[in-house]
């Protein structure tokens, strides 16, 4: 049966959201088993509390969570029983895992991953984000933040991997890619865009389209965004600042004008640049992908993420 | 007498806004020539039904213009009677130029201030944004896109560019500056971040504070925002487009939930977001300033930037 296993700590609404979430994916996923790491006793009573099949269970004890503000270099070396590590751990001894979910500490589960679940030929993880589109859809942004220095190989691989997870995920058959760049002009970009440009035009598995700028990036003509972990994370953060930046002006126009109906647009705003209902972000370029779920994720954002490590395995579970 | 110089060319509104804008600038400034290069019948018919005082006003007579649609490189080598070619040459050759204003081709402006203006000792020109920032003032983005691929020197010395700049500009006295990075804590960024992050440390006229994300940029904390032309021109366009994107989002769903008093904060956040009331980019780092005016700048635009140049040379003028 496969497997995956979900790290009850580090999510900003405690154990408790996170095993109610476990006990809802038990239910909503008949075929599959749940390893759970976290406080034993806890996950066992809520999930006993809401009839889970506990034969398809098997939780492993941790106390120790990573938090947000430790370095996540020396939290990953030094806490080697905390919830993230033995995730990371079992997810490398098993072949049945499916995919690690959790809401903890994005750079700690990013060297978690380089450490415990690196593959063996070099490649290299990348965060892959899914960013709300122009034409209601999705579009993947990879490299998001995992690989800093990336080299153009590292590129056309996260292009291959962000390819296929649309394709996974969305039953795009020909996702569309395109590489941040300054300039939409084929010429246009820094050293690495213009090595790299030539390889994604060789590869002939990328439905590869060209340069995309930043004011671009999101119109949805473009599956898959490419780009460096530097650039990548700079565009992430942005995006979800400039949303939180209006939403904010739209709040603050609502109180000082007295119009208190303008607050319809910002709940509207709200819900659709809200990551944590789609899942976060994946990390790909290992062997095997975790979701980083948002720290403050309910139980359903669990089944959701749930549900995408089946999909990215089969591709058939519609998301 | 101070002379400013305008490209009445490359403007979508056409040269007659651009010297009607000049007209407007006559007016404001009394102690200010001006240079103005473009078609001269047009020019000098308004000027002169503006009641302009033709003796500060000197024109170059030019009818060729480079397009937003063309390649900068192959337009600044050919185009060599072009309005902005001959700005960049009247800029060069005067000592009393407090620089240029122009709404042309961003790309072709700097490859032009390259070729004519260069600094002897090889300083790197950058674009200096100035983006809103959620305390109600400005901050500035440099490098904005002059320099793609920047080394660590470069970005000190678009660090000491920008705060002089806001010195003058805004006269904040000793302006913060942080470094545009994958993360606040120290030690984060990739490889030319982490070269250039001593760096500004050790230059003791600079308020360098540290580490700046993509999220946080725009908070206000931060008067200067340093980072390489690649990631920067992605921060740029990425903060304009989702600008545009969420205002648009707004426009849709007042028109299909039939909410027409929604428009007011649309309104709203395209006067805040709309950059080209303030008079767009500025070039620096080079023998004399250059500000990018919007392609759709209206003739106050002008006066404006004409204002800034103003300020940028004794820091006196208000903005």
Redesign the interface.
């Known amino acids: 049966m496969k497997r995956i296993i979900i790290d009850a700590l580090g999510s900003d609404k405690g154990p408790e959201t996170i095993a109610l979430g476990a006990a809802l994916t038990l239910k909503e996923f008949p075929g599959i088993a749940l390893t759970i790491v976290g406080p034993k006793e806890i996950i066992e009573t809520i999930l006993k509390n809401n009839n889970s099949d506990m034969s398809r269970v098997e939780i492993i004890d941790s106390n120790e969570t990573i938090t947000n503000y430790e ?1 996540p270099m020396t939290a990953i070396m030094k806490k080697t029983n905390s919830s993230l590590v033995l995730a990371l751990k079992a997810a490398a001894e098993s072949d049945d895992v499916l995919g690690i979910v959790t809401a903890g500490n994005t ?1 700690a589960i990013i060297v978690g991953s380089i450490r415990y679940l690196s593959l063996p030929d070099m490649t290299r993880p990348c965060l892959s984000a899914l960013l709300p589109n ?1 034409k209601g859809g999705y579009s993947c942004l990879v490299d998001a ?1 995992a690989t ?2 990336a080299t153009s190989a590292n590129m056309v691989n996260f292009a291959l991997l962000g390819s296929d997870m649309m394709r996974r995920l969305y039953k795009i058959e020909n996702p569309t890619v395109g590489i ?4 939409a ?1 084929k010429g246009k ?3 690495l ?1 213009k090595e790299t440009y030539p390889l994604l035009e060789e590869e002939n598995s990328l439905n590869f389209i060209g340069n995309v ?6 119109s949805g003509d473009f599956d898959v965004i490419v ?5 990548g ?14 939403i ?3 709040v603050k ?2 109180k000082q004008n007295n ?1 208190p ?2 607050m ?2 910002a709940s ?2 709200m819900s ?1 640049y809200d990551l944590s209902s789609l899942g976060g972000a994946i990390i790909l370029g290992i062997k095997k992908p975790i979701i980083k779920a948002h720290g403050n994720s309910n139980e359903m954002a669990i089944v959701n993420t749930s549900r995408m490590l089946i999909n990215l395995d089969s591709g058939e579970e519609i998301l």
């Open positions: 370095n750079g122009a933040g800093i220095d941040l760049s300054n300039g002009e970009g820094n050293k865009v700028e930043g004011s671009n990036a999101l780009t460096d972990g530097f650039a994370n700079v565009f992430l953060k942005n995006t979800e600042g400039m949303a939180k930046t209006l904010k002006d739209i126009f609502s119009r109906e303008m319809e647009i509207f705003l659709k």
